[in-house]
């Protein structure tokens, strides 16, 4: 089993940044694909990046120039930093970590919000 806990949200301004921060425990196949998604009030969760365990990343266009996603294998760590933020960004932020077909496992989420 394995166990994605979340940190750093909270209430920023418009223009501020915030860094959120995954750590993954437990049984971890190396080749992995670990993730941050959002999800807004009324709305779908969505991909906001994603990164291979070999550092291939893939970014939202919304977020694309703004929020950079990052990893470090031998601690099993995500981070999403995000800068210049605006009120749309407002919403619950997910971690996923994916492996293969099989492994699919996601954190409990961290608030964000943004206010103009």
């Known amino acids: 089993q394995v166990q994605l806990v979340e940190s750093g949200g909270g209430l920023v301004q418009a223009g501020g940044s915030l860094r959120l921060s995954c750590a993954a425990s437990g049984s971890i196949f190396r080749i992995n694909v670990m993730g941050w998604y959002r999800q807004a009030p009324g709305k779908q969760r969505a991909l906001v990046a994603t990164i291979t365990n070999g550092g291939i990343t893939n970014y939202a266009d919304s977020v694309k120039g703004r929020f950079t996603i990052s990893r470090d294998n031998a601690k099993n760590t995500v981070w999403l930093q995000m800068n210049s933020l605006k009120p749309e960004d407002t919403a619950v932020y997910y971690c996923?970590?994916?492996?293969?077909?099989?492994?699919?496992?996601w954190g409990q989420g961290t608030q964000v919000t943004v206010s103009s």
């Open positions: 996923r970590l994916v492996a293969g077909a099989k492994y699919d496992y």
